[in-house]
């Protein structure tokens, strides 16, 4: 069996740009509470720490908490995957050969794909051949 892979160029897109979002905010989070961290004996409890209690001043728009900033950077993170993973279909294509009927002649043949309109190689009429059998 061959698998083919269909993608779609607008899921792509989106979930690419979801995902750069995301990790964009989370850089922003973890780069403004690095200074202040990495100077601390304890780490990761002085980041976590931090994370929960600094806030983010955004100009006019006032401020914002560094938990919800990394809470949405996490939820743009994995919003994005689920359009990646989702924008695309997986096809199964059968490999072997199949049997085609003529309607007229009532014939049959083996060929490597089944075909809208072929040639009947018995009576030599252009036909739609029924597909009667497939696999190997």
């Excluded at 919800?68 to 743009?76: D, H, I």
Aim: proline share 2%.
């Amino acid at each position: 069996m061959r698998r083919v892979i269909r993608k779609k160029l607008s899921g792509y897109v989106f979930g690419i740009m979801l995902c750069l979002l995301g990790f964009s905010v989370l850089f922003v989070v973890f780069w403004k509470a690095w200074s202040s961290a990495s100077a601390s004996a304890d780490f990761f409890s002085y980041l976590w720490s931090y994370i929960l209690t600094e806030q983010v001043n955004l100009g006019a728009v006032g401020t914002l908490r560094l938990t919800y900033l990394s809470v949405l950077g996490a939820v743009f993170l994995v919003l994005g995957v689920y359009v990646l993973v989702f924008s695309r279909q997986v096809l199964y294509l059968s490999g072997g050969s199949v049997s085609l009927q003529c309607p007229y002649c009532r014939n049959h043949w083996r060929a490597r794909r089944a075909m809208g309109w072929a040639e009947c190689p018995y009576c030599r009429k252009f036909i739609q051949p029924q597909v009667m059998k497939t696999g190997s």
